[in-house]
């Protein structure tokens, strides 16, 4: 069967990507292994996503995932006071804290719902034909018109096709999940010498604690885990939020901001972090994906009806976006200035 569309990644971009072809008519499948998904950080969803959620018709959807509210932020950054910023005075709102595997599983859920094919299948490679594309997934050969890469950070397509991809500094976020009966409902950040640290509430009793460092002190770190723990307990706040035992599990990823050098091409398009991945910091990643995702359907469903410049706009829109996230990230590294002569903080402005 020849699809009109092959959505690689069924994260909260390719989710709606495939959802928004679909609901246009269009036949879609939607293809991940879902291997990493069990191991996926990124759990604070900002309230600023609720109106493009509605629009979407997607918030029924996220409720089904059972997310605990998040009503602020406590943050100890560029002082030593932990300040609140009450979401209340928001006016899109408070936020969530998600349980990631179930947040992506309804938003996949509701993709399929509106006719999207689902396959827990793994993109292998891919080959330009006629019509399109031969794309060699785990379970056999499917074609397709356009293929979205929607894999997150790894950009899979994106990199089979040679296109390279443009790291902001390094950063590498080296976290955790612990059972937590804290009632603290706003996450908290805070700035260290090496790095930050972000605690956040999760659902069923389960809490996230976070480091972010420079890559040379992860590899360190990850060696010799016990200073984890030694490094939480050094701090002001966040120590006094969760146990600073050493982790039972200790995990490491990629957390930089970074750009693929080109968003689309011949009959492929990027979205969500696949196309622009952001610092943690920013707390933007699940939106922009939300965000991206059905920008870049919208692309698409033109460029199928023959109108090749919603691609350009796209591509612009991307590019502003970006502009806007540099712009907002170096300002929030710029406001700490206590941990200037540290190698982490001297390489961030
Ligand atoms: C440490 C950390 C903390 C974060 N915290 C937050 C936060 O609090 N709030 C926030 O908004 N954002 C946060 N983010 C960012 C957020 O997690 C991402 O922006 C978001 O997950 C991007 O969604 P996506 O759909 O683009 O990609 P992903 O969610 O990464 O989904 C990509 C999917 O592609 C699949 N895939 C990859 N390769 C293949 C293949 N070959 N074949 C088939 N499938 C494949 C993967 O299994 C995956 O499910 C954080 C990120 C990090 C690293």
Redesign the pocket.
Same mark, same amino acid.
């Given at each position: 069967m020849c699809f009109d569309v092959l959505v690689?990644? @069924?994260?909260? @971009?390719?989710a709606v990507c495939a959802r928004t072809l679909a609901l246009a008519g269009h036949r879609v499948l939607l293809?991940?292994?879902?291997?990493?998904?069990n191991r996926?950080?990124?759990?604070?969803?900002?309230g600023a996503a609720r109106p493009l959620l509605r629009d979407l018709g997607l918030l029924p959807w996220v409720e089904l995932s059972e997310p605990v509210t998040c009503s602020g932020t406590l943050s100890a950054w560029g002082e030593d006071v932990l300040r609140s910023n009450d979401f209340i005075r928001d006016p899109n709102g408070i936020g969530w804290c998600l349980d990631r595997p179930r947040f992506?599983s309804c938003l996949r859920e509701a993709a399929i719902a509106v006719g999207a094919q689902w396959r827990q299948v793994?993109?292998n490679a891919v080959q330009k034909d006629s019509a399109g594309w031969r794309a060699s997934l785990s379970d056999g050969v499917v074609s397709a018109r356009w293929i979205i890469d @929607?894999?997150?950070?790894?950009s899979?397509l994106a990199r089979r096709l040679g296109v390279s991809r443009r790291q902001d500094s390094d950063l590498v976020?080296l976290?955790t999940w612990r059972q937590s009966q804290s009632q603290e409902t706003r996450t908290v950040v805070e700035s260290s010498p090496h790095g930050w640290w972000y605690t956040a509430t999760l659902p069923h009793e389960r809490q996230v604690v976070?480091l972010h460092v420079g890559a040379a002190d992860a590899s360190h770190i990850m060696r010799k885990q016990s200073e984890w723990s030694d490094l939480l307990a050094a701090t002001q706040h966040i120590r006094g939020k969760c146990e600073p035992a050493t982790p039972a599990s200790l995990f490491s990823?990629?957390?930089s901001g970074s750009s693929l050098d080109s968003w689309g091409g011949e009959r492929w398009l990027a979205?969500?972090?696949?196309a622009l @991945?952001?610092d943690?910091l920013s707390?933007?990643?699940?939106?922009?994906?939300l965000y991206t995702g059905l920008r870049g359907a919208q692309a698409v469903i033109g460029a199928l009806a023959g109108r090749q410049q919603t691609l350009t706009k796209y591509s612009q829109q991307l590019m502003s976006i970006r502009e806007a996230y540099l712009h907002q990230v170096a300002h929030f590294y710029q406001a700490e200035q206590r941990w200037r002569g540290y190698p982490f903080w001297d390489s961030r402005g």
């Amino acid at each position: 069967m020849c699809f009109d569309v092959l959505v690689v990644g @069924a994260g909260p @971009a390719g989710a709606v990507c495939a959802r928004t072809l679909a609901l246009a008519g269009h036949r879609v499948l939607l293809v991940d292994d879902v291997r990493s998904s069990n191991r996926k950080v990124g759990e604070n969803l900002i309230g600023a996503a609720r109106p493009l959620l509605r629009d979407l018709g997607l918030l029924p959807w996220v409720e089904l995932s059972e997310p605990v509210t998040c009503s602020g932020t406590l943050s100890a950054w560029g002082e030593d006071v932990l300040r609140s910023n009450d979401f209340i005075r928001d006016p899109n709102g408070i936020g969530w804290c998600l349980d990631r595997p179930r947040f992506d599983s309804c938003l996949r859920e509701a993709a399929i719902a509106v006719g999207a094919q689902w396959r827990q299948v793994r993109l292998n490679a891919v080959q330009k034909d006629s019509a399109g594309w031969r794309a060699s997934l785990s379970d056999g050969v499917v074609s397709a018109r356009w293929i979205i890469d @929607a894999s997150g950070r790894r950009s899979i397509l994106a990199r089979r096709l040679g296109v390279s991809r443009r790291q902001d500094s390094d950063l590498v976020a080296l976290y955790t999940w612990r059972q937590s009966q804290s009632q603290e409902t706003r996450t908290v950040v805070e700035s260290s010498p090496h790095g930050w640290w972000y605690t956040a509430t999760l659902p069923h009793e389960r809490q996230v604690v976070a480091l972010h460092v420079g890559a040379a002190d992860a590899s360190h770190i990850m060696r010799k885990q016990s200073e984890w723990s030694d490094l939480l307990a050094a701090t002001q706040h966040i120590r006094g939020k969760c146990e600073p035992a050493t982790p039972a599990s200790l995990f490491s990823t990629d957390a930089s901001g970074s750009s693929l050098d080109s968003w689309g091409g011949e009959r492929w398009l990027a979205v969500g972090d696949a196309a622009l @991945a952001f610092d943690p910091l920013s707390s933007q990643g699940i939106f922009n994906a939300l965000y991206t995702g059905l920008r870049g359907a919208q692309a698409v469903i033109g460029a199928l009806a023959g109108r090749q410049q919603t691609l350009t706009k796209y591509s612009q829109q991307l590019m502003s976006i970006r502009e806007a996230y540099l712009h907002q990230v170096a300002h929030f590294y710029q406001a700490e200035q206590r941990w200037r002569g540290y190698p982490f903080w001297d390489s961030r402005g």
